[in-house]
């Protein structure tokens, strides 16, 4: 991942369990001798070095399934862009929070009246972000269900909450502009009916019947970007294992002298005891996106990648056989080459990894055999493109020990990324188009 030169951290990208798709044409045809290969036949049988970019492509996008978000070990991702090709993204958050320990906020020899308190704030751990850092409305609601650490969830999951929003009032609207994102929470709405909880055993303990996770089921943090344009917005990279993630209670005990007032502070932390997952949702209308998944030639054109749960791009090879026709032949060197759309300083920037599997009727996913030479695709920054090796695969392919079938494009962290991917298709009117690379003998 690039730096976000506002923060001062990166945030480390997880391989996800889920992936997504992009697909690519490709051209062109030259003849040249090198050493690529030979020792892999005898050489008096080996007929000469070609090498060929001719073969076409089909590129296009399909929609993803659903993808498990619950108690990932890197980032939780909160916010919204809208995408000039994808539309908005936007993800939200379910979390407990948990005590730090058993509290009685009534004061020896007084009541809950000689407790003032002076705020509550959410605060959110941020290790990076994807887009732009625009002011963003977060909205922050109770849970109203009981959910699980134990339990899974998916990047469609939801649970039923209040209606009530706990931020303050009129101080949702904030700009993140440093490594914590501070949330002010309503001490009439948040704050007060936990402290009215004091001496019934609710602030005992977490876990309990009748103990705090049990009255208190959860938190649900979102934004409300009702009027976000084209280019504006982030996701926000969380870590909220972080112990700079938490909501603390500010409060006083009013009892004895009023130079004894001393502020105290109280957290409710979220751990890795927390259940907890994330929410996203891709809104398509009207997009370029759109047009491609209603109608797949366009993909030709163009087409994308995306993580979150989001569009799969495929690439299909429908004539990889094709070769077979000039007669006997080993494969020396094949390679995928994908262009992107993409200029340096663009906020919207593409993952540096990507990689190639095959997927079966049921969606589960396999490597392609050259993952173990070289597991992906680096993104090039000088040339705008990914090269993937596929000299296994192809040989392989050709032999017969595997069939042909679309090849699937898919990126690290696609549950706790937003990186999307604009790749060129081969009818573009852009100079780079997508192409095969092969390098190959004939032999007796």
Known sequence: MRNNTFFSKRIAV???????????????????????????????????????????????NALSDSIVTDELASSNLLGSYVDPFLGKVSSSIYTHIRLEGAVDFIPSGGTINDIAIDSAVLYLDITGFYGTLDEQTFEV??????????????SNSTLTTDVVNLVASGMGSITPNGDLLSIPLSINDFAQPIVNQSGTGVLDGNDGDGEFIDWFKGLYIKVNNSSQMEGEGAILYLDLESSASRVTLFY???????????????????NSSCARFSNFNQDYTGTMVDQVLNDSTIGQETFFSQTMGGVRAKVDIPHALNLLDSGNIIVNKAELVLPVQYYSGDPLYPPDL?????ENDEGGISFIPDYNDSPGGNFDDDESSYTFNITRYYNQLISGEIKAQPLTIVSSGNAVSANRVVFNGPETILKDKPKVVITYSKYE
């Open 14 to 60: 997880m391989l996800s369990a889920t992936f997504f798709i992009t697909g690519v044409f490709m051209t062109g045809c030259k003849k040249k001798d090198n050493e690529l290969g030979l020792g892999l036949h005898p050489e008096e049988d080996l007929v000469g070095l070609n090498t060929t970019d001719t073969l076409s492509l089909i590129t296009y």
């Open 141 to 154: 609601y109770q849970v109203t269900e009981d959910f699980y650490e134990d339990s899974t969830y998916y």
């Open 252 to 270: 006083r005990d009013t009892l004895g002298a009023s130079t004894e007032h001393d502020t105290l502070e109280f957290d409710f932390n979220i």
């Open 354 to 358: 990507l990689y190639l599997v095959t």
